[in-house]
Nanobody, 126 residues
Framework: QVQLVESGGGLVQAGGSLRLSCAVSGRPFRMTHMGWFRQALGKEREFVAA????????NYADYVEGRFTISRDNAKNTVTLQMNSLKPEDTADYYCAASSAPWFTGTSAKGTYDYWGQGTQVTVSS
């Protein structure tokens, strides 16, 4: 059974930083593209960032480009989201997701992902 477990959420002031991690088990990690999504209260789940199997390709939503960085460690089966210059509008539950799709193209779409974590809460105060 595939498991994704997020950690690192919390409360931070605007302008601060947080680092989210996602540990993956039960599936060859090198075979999956990985993504981060978020869902604010009362809103749809939205794409944040994705990284290809090798880590050689990344993709970011416009609203986090230049502030967030996604990375992965294939030796440790983990994917990380470094979030800098946080804004109150970044407040949401953040979810890690794994995709077995053959191509990296399309990994900004929720439907591309086969497995999801339970989420970790991020709150940014103004």
């Amino acid at each position: 059974q595939v498991q994704l477990v997020e950690s690192g959420g919390g409360l931070v002031q605007a302008g601060g930083s947080l680092r989210l991690s996602c540990a993956v088990s039960g599936r060859p990690f090198r075979m999956t593209h990985m993504g981060w999504f978020r869902q604010a209260l009362g809103k749809e789940r939205e794409f944040v960032a994705a990284i290809s199997r090798s880590g050689g390709n990344t993709n970011y939503a416009d609203y986090v480009e230049g502030r967030f960085t996604i990375s992965r460690d294939n030796a440790k089966n983990t994917v990380t989201l470094q979030m800098n210059s946080l804004k109150p509008e970044d407040t949401a539950d953040y979810y890690c997701a794994a995709s077995s799709a053959p191509w990296f193209t399309g990994t900004s779409a929720k439907g591309t992902y086969d497995y999801w974590g339970q989420g970790t809460q991020v709150t940014v105060s103004s």
